[in-house]
């Protein structure tokens, strides 16, 4: 069981857990992961069926009037929820931070916005934030290094929650990186319409986290690990890509992210 | 329709307001009579000992020189001896300032002083501060008939003559003084804050003193008594 | 200045495969970063300076007429004109019109992006007046006829290996054989060299970091000490000032100078800020006998309508440049247009039109840097946002985007249909790609398995891996 902060104690919680549309697809190890962080700190999870993305490729695209019809499928499908917990601060921070504004006139939804994003946290901010974890009981030998993703830092304030419940993790070692703050280069679309800069800015990535010396990446979106852990791979680098997630939860059976299924 | 008109037209459509705004000019008018400042460093609000000691830690920190006297007729030796040290000609292009022209050069023979602007072949200078303001050890010098500007940036060598008395915490506090003096709303031709000499950093974000104006800034700093904050302090 | 905003993709494509831009790129990194964190973490009052210097520009932009006019009776008052200028036409035509009628030769420059922004060296030169640009980063890019790359380190896509080359083919009246490979001797030579334009200019033009309204004042940050040779040398003082510059009174200057040095260099405080009111006085012994105000709207008075408002706050500090990976990849030239880095990508489409500049508020991740830096508290992501929805209306993405972007929100907002066909995906990419773990090249994923691979999904979807474990549990 993970380790409460003593004068916390928090009474069991109902949580829909928004898996996004990128740990559903590519890797849903690190929903099961999530899912049970959130069951060890006394939660009970839901997962809606009516989620499928919080819409950022609309909303980024400049595409309001379906960004808004997803944001208000969203809002409905998780309006019963005690919170709303995604392992991913780009999508927590687009419920909590960009719904509201997306719908402040709109008579009908407005108002819930507002509410359902108060109620809407990141993974691992909400355990340490909302929950009073202090530490997890997991395993994990070996150097990590963490890439602090730009949406959970700027938007949500996350920095100092997963470097704690990481310290927690018997046998880990955390080397920080340079410039862990820098972006990627992923951005979503971003990637793929600018390739190139995307490229430059994803190989001074690769050479930071390499200088780490760390053997293991970690971050807590899936979006920035993919993006990482396609150029580590590419240019054949041995460090191994991970969802924060799943070395908290003490669940890294599975291959690495881009890396063989073992035999 | 003048370029005025016109645009200050498309202000007013944009800012959906009528010229004739009353509660828009008042908003205006209580602003501009308040001169309300905004958040003053907690260091720009020490004691006046303290704030003249903090006025040289930061001008020093910005590459100037700072030499303290303790009476008004150490100030030509206390140059001479700089320029010696400094291997710089006994020679200066002084400000037509009363306060600087009626120092004891006779002592010292041997230092050349004429008095008026710079001219381009001028080595050294020496202008009096209005003010100086601590939290960013910041020269304030005004120009004036006693107070040409061209001294501040023509010469490689510039020296101010500052007193303790004129050493404040703020710019705020500086501008408070130049109200005081001046009235309102009106200020001199120029006011020239100046923190350290001349500098660049446009090659390669190396930096470099004296880019254009001068390469050496020194303060003779005079203690006539306390620092102050506000106009009503000046000793 | 004519834009290559549009050709933006193939500017960023061939400036990160430029290994000398990459180089000269790696100052802005090092030399304004921890400089301005340093700075700001010195000074406890800082978050708060932000949030009075956002609201003094709030509210000034607020009542931008009724500040205009006072700010131009005070300039009467001290003896001086404003020329109110609509367009860059306007402009160019002021600033000439003064020049020609004191027959001018030779006109100083201190450095001004809206100099920039109206092509003022161009028009000068065309009607037979020498600019001579005093900034060092702007005279440097003035000999190679290149514009600004940065709006305060105009020349920091170079090295100085490539700035000595210019100095030794533009100085030839200097001994072929003198050492000038250090950035000492280079900024020496420079001062040599621009004296001489100093003493001999007959008007001299400079920009303004602010307008002060109780006062009439124009205000100028400085390092070099050039803009104030420039303007107390010559006969004539021209200031060029974009009309948002304004700001009521001393107390509010104080108060956003003490966020602008620290925001831009990490300095404490710039070596020269001048606060010039009107021509010289009577008795004064130096100082321009004429003082001229270019007061250029171009746009700006639209901009004030709407969202796009927030913009008119900066101070033109270039901390959001400093710190954004876009620009640290490509520089500044590669955004097309005076203005570049994030700011650039707001204003830029503001002032030539989106139609040219729609690539620049594209391209940004939105990590968000650029905001938690800005002075001002400009949300710059939201209005690069503004922007690509403005696009969007208007149907100028590209249709490959609009028509993807439609089928994936036509998706999305089935759910069932979604899980259903990524779930089918998934097994088929999972299968595929199990034994390698990743795929070199998909199609229709040449944009990110050109530079890198595609991780293997792991298989099944989560929902479905949930239904199958709900179910079990249900058993």
Redesign the interface.
């Known amino acids: 069981m993970p380790q409460n902060s003593p004068q916390e104690t928090p009474a069991p919680a109902r949580v829909g857990l928004f898996?996004t549309?990128l740990?559903?697809?590519?890797?849903?190890?690190v929903?099961?992961a999530a899912v049970k962080l959130l069951e060890d700190a006394g939660c009970t999870v839901e997962?809606p069926?009516?989620?499928?993305?919080c819409?950022q490729?609309?909303?980024?695209?400049?595409?309001?009037a379906?960004t808004q019809?997803?944001a208000r499928?969203t809002l409905a499908?998780f309006e019963e929820y005690d919170y709303v917990v995604a392992p991913s601060g780009s999508c927590a921070a687009m419920i909590r931070e960009h719904y509201p504004a997306l719908l402040a006139t709109d008579p009908d939804w407005s108002a819930r916005a507002t509410l359902i994003a108060e109620r809407t946290h990141e993974l691992i901010s909400f355990l340490t934030d909302v929950r009073g974890v202090t530490a997890v009981e997991a395993r994990f030998d070996g150097t990590v290094t963490y890439h602090d993703s730009?949406?959970g830092l700027?938007?949500l304030g996350i920095k100092a929650q997963p470097r704690q419940l990481l310290a927690s993790v018997q046998g880990l070692s955390l080397n920080e990186m340079q410039d862990a703050?820098?972006?990627c280069?992923?951005?979503?679309?971003?990637?793929?319409?600018?390739?190139?800069?995307?490229?430059?800015?994803?190989e001074?990535k690769s050479g930071c986290i390499a200088n780490s010396g760390a053997r293991t990446l970690l971050a807590g979106d899936l979006g920035c690990l993919?993006?990482m852990?396609?150029?580590l791979?590419?240019t054949g680098s041995p460090v191994e890509v991970r969802h924060i997630a799943e070395v908290l939860a003490g669940t890294t059976d599975?291959?690495a992210?881009?890396?063989?299924?073992q035999n | 329709m003048?370029?005025?008109e016109?645009?200050?037209g498309?202000?007013?459509?944009?800012?959906k307001?009528q010229?004739e705004d009353a509660a828009?000019?008042a908003?205006?008018e209580a602003?501009?009579g308040a001169?309300?400042?905004?958040?003053?460093?907690?260091r720009a609000q020490l004691e006046p000992g303290a704030q003249v000691d903090l006025f040289q830690t930061?001008a020093e920190?910005?590459a100037a020189t700072l030499t303290r006297v303790a009476r008004a007729e150490d100030v030509p030796g206390a140059i001479a001896e700089y320029l010696s040290g400094h291997n710089l000609p006994q020679r200066l292009r002084a400000a037509?300032d009363p306060a600087l022209e009626n120092l004891p050069w006779d002592r010292h023979p041997l230092l050349n002083v004429a008095h008026?602007?710079?001219s381009?072949s001028d080595e050294v200078s020496l202008s009096g501060a209005f003010a100086a303001v601590a939290e960013?050890?910041?020269l304030m010098l005004l120009?004036?008939?006693r107070a040409?500007?061209?001294l501040?940036?023509?010469p490689d060598t510039h020296i101010v003559m500052l007193k303790t008395s004129q050493v404040v915490g703020?710019?705020?506090d500086a501008?408070a003084r130049?109200r005081a003096e001046f009235g309102n709303?009106?200020?001199?031709?120029?006011?020239?804050?100046?923190?350290?000499?001349?500098?660049?950093?446009?090659?390669?974000?190396?930096i470099?003193l004296?880019?254009?104006?001068?390469r050496r800034l020194h303060i003779v700093l005079l203690d006539d008594g306390p620092g102050g904050n506000g106009p009503g302090n000046a000793g | 200045m004519h834009s290559t905003a549009h050709s933006f993709?193939d500017n960023?494509?061939a400036a990160?495969a430029d290994p000398q831009l990459k180089r000269?790129l790696g100052?802005?990194k090092?030399?304004?970063i921890g400089k301005r964190a340093k700075a700001a973490a010195r000074?406890?009052?800082f978050e708060?300076?932000r949030d009075?210097?956002r609201d003094?520009k709030t509210?000034t932009l607020?009542?931008?007429?009724?500040?205009?006019?006072?700010y131009?009776e005070?300039v009467q008052a001290?003896g001086g004109q404003?020329?109110?200028?609509?367009s860059a036409d306007?402009a160019r035509a002021a600033v000439l019109d003064i020049c020609q009628r004191v027959g001018a030769k030779t006109v100083t420059k201190g450095k001004s992006m809206i100099s920039e922004e109206i092509a003022l060296n161009d028009h000068l030169e065309a009607n037979g007046i020498t600019p001579v640009e005093?900034?060092?980063?702007e005279y440097?890019i003035q000999l190679r006829h290149e514009p600004p790359s940065h709006i305060i380190?105009?020349?920091?896509h170079l090295?100085?290996d490539l700035?000595e080359a210019d100095f030794r083919a533009e100085h030839t009246q200097f001994p072929a054989e003198r050492q000038l490979s250090e950035?000492?001797q280079?900024?020496?030579e420079?001062?040599q060299v621009?004296?001489e334009g100093?003493?001999k200019a007959d008007v001299g033009i400079t920009g303004a970091n602010f307008l002060v309204?109780?006062?009439g004042?124009s205000v100028i940050v400085t390092?070099?000490?050039?803009g104030?040779?420039t303007q107390?040398?010559p006969k004539v003082h021209i200031v060029v000032a974009s009309?948002e510059k304004v700001v009521?009174?001393?107390?509010?200057l104080?108060?956003i100078?003490?966020v602008l040095a620290r925001s831009a260099?990490g300095q404490?405080?710039?070596?020269?800020?001048?606060?010039?009111?009107?021509?010289?006085?009577p008795?004064?012994?130096?100082?321009p006998e004429e003082y001229h105000v270019v007061?250029l709207?171009n746009g700006r008075?639209?901009?004030?309508?709407g969202e796009l408002r927030e913009v008119l706050r900066c101070i033109r500090c270039g901390a959001c440049m400093n710190h954004c990976?876009?620009y640290?990849?490509?520089g500044g030239h590669a955004y097309g247009w005076v203005y570049p880095g994030p700011i650039g990508s707001v204003l830029t489409p503001a002032l030539i039109g989106v139609e040219e500049a729609g690539n620049l508020p594209?391209?940004?991740?939105?990590?968000?840097?650029c905001?938690?830096v800005c002075p001002m508290r400009i949300p710059l992501p939201k209005l690069m946002?503004h922007?690509?929805?403005?696009?969007?209306?208007r149907n100028l993405?590209p249709a490959a985007?609009r028509y993807g972007?439609a089928a994936?929100?036509f998706?999305?907002?089935r759910?069932?249909l979604?899980?259903w066909l990524?779930g089918l995906?998934?097994r088929v990419l999972g299968a595929i790609g199990?034994?390698?773990?990743?795929f070199?090249r998909l199609p229709f994923?040449g944009?990110?398995t050109?530079?890198?691979?595609?991780?293997?999904?792991?298989g099944?979807?989560?929902?479905a891996?949930?239904a199958e474990r709900q179910a079990g549990r249900g058993r």
Not at chain 2, 35 to 42: E, L, M, T, V, Y
Not at chain 3, 62 to 70: C, G, I, S
Request: with cysteine.
């Open positions: 898996v549309c740990v559903d697809s590519m890797r849903p190890s929903g099961f997962v069926r009516a989620q499928t993305c819409g490729p609309a909303y980024n695209s400049g595409d309001r379906d019809a997803i499928q499908a730009c949406s700027r938007e703050e820098v972006c280069g992923f951005g979503g679309t971003f990637c793929v319409k600018y390739p190139d800069i995307s490229n430059t800015m994803v001074e993919l993006n852990a396609g150029k791979k590419r599975t291959p992210i881009g890396d063989p299924a | 003048s370029g005025r016109a645009i200050l498309a202000v007013r459509r944009s800012l307001r010229p828009a000019r908003a205006v602003r501009l001169r309300q400042r905004g958040p003053i460093p907690a930061m920190e910005h037509p008026g602007r710079a381009a960013t050890g910041t120009s004036g008939e040409p500007t061209t501040n940036f023509l703020s710019y705020e501008w130049v709303g009106k200020l001199p031709r120029t006011a020239n804050f100046i923190t350290g000499p001349s500098r660049t950093a446009d090659i390669e974000q190396t470099q004296g880019a254009h104006g001068p | 993709k960023a494509k990160v000269a100052h802005v090092s030399g304004f000074l406890p009052e708060a300076l009075a210097a003094i509210h607020e009542h931008l007429d009724l500040y205009l006019e006072r131009e005070n001290a404003v020329h109110w200028c609509a306007d005093t900034d060092l980063g440097i380190a105009p020349a920091v090295t100085k700035i950035p000492r280079l900024v020496d420079a001062r621009l004296r100093f003493l309204a109780e006062t004042s390092n070099e000490g050039n104030d040779l107390v040398l009309l009521p009174t001393l107390e509010d104080s108060t100078l003490r260099t404490e405080f710039s070596t020269y800020t001048t606060v010039s009111t009107g021509p010289k006085r008795g004064d012994l130096d100082g007061l709207d008075s639209q901009m004030l309508a990976p876009v640290h990849a490509i594209n391209a940004s991740t939105f990590c968000g840097r905001e938690s946002r922007w690509r929805e403005r696009e969007f209306e993405s985007v972007l994936w929100a998706l999305a907002r759910p069932a979604y899980h990524i995906e998934m199990r034994r390698k773990g990743r070199a994923a944009g990110w050109r530079h890198r691979d595609f991780p293997a999904p792991q099944k979807t989560f929902q891996l949930w």
